[in-house]
């Protein structure tokens, strides 16, 4: 069963960076090269949304982020640590919020349990 545990939350003022990390436990290395890595956040009072996704085909990762973090968040991954970063940069307090990290294979969604990052203006 693997499992997720992010880390690298907290508190930053405006213009300030932090990084993600998200540890999942209970796969092998060949095994989680396979799976779509995401973030995702939730704000209080809104729904969750994609942030940035990272998926592996051979040597090459390929990353997607949403326009609200384009330019400022780079997502990354190692498989040979079954890690997955976000890298965020230029911090805004609109990016407050809980960041959960998600690996998807198939039908198979496994979710962490989310870091918060709140940053103050």
């Known amino acids: 069963q693997v499992q997720l545990v992010e880390s690298g939350g907290g508190l930053v003022q405006a213009g300030g960076s932090l990084r993600l990390s998200c540890a999942a436990s209970?796969?092998?290395?060949?095994?989680?090269?396979?799976?779509?890595m995401r973030w995702y956040r939730q704000a209080p009072g809104k729904q969750r949304e994609l942030v940035a996704s990272i998926r592996s085909s051979g040597s090459t990762n390929y990353a997607n982020y949403a326009d609200s973090v384009k330019d400022r968040f780079s997502i990354s991954r190692a498989n040979a640590k079954n890690t997955v970063y976000l890298q965020m940069n230029s911090l805004k307090p609109e990016d407050t919020a809980v960041y959960y990290c998600?690996?998807?294979?198939?039908?198979?969604?496994?979710w962490g349990q989310g870091t918060q990052v709140t940053v103050s203006s």
């Open positions: 998600n690996a998807n294979l198939g039908t198979i969604n496994i």
């Open positions: 209970g796969a092998s290395g060949s095994t989680f090269r396979l799976y779509i």
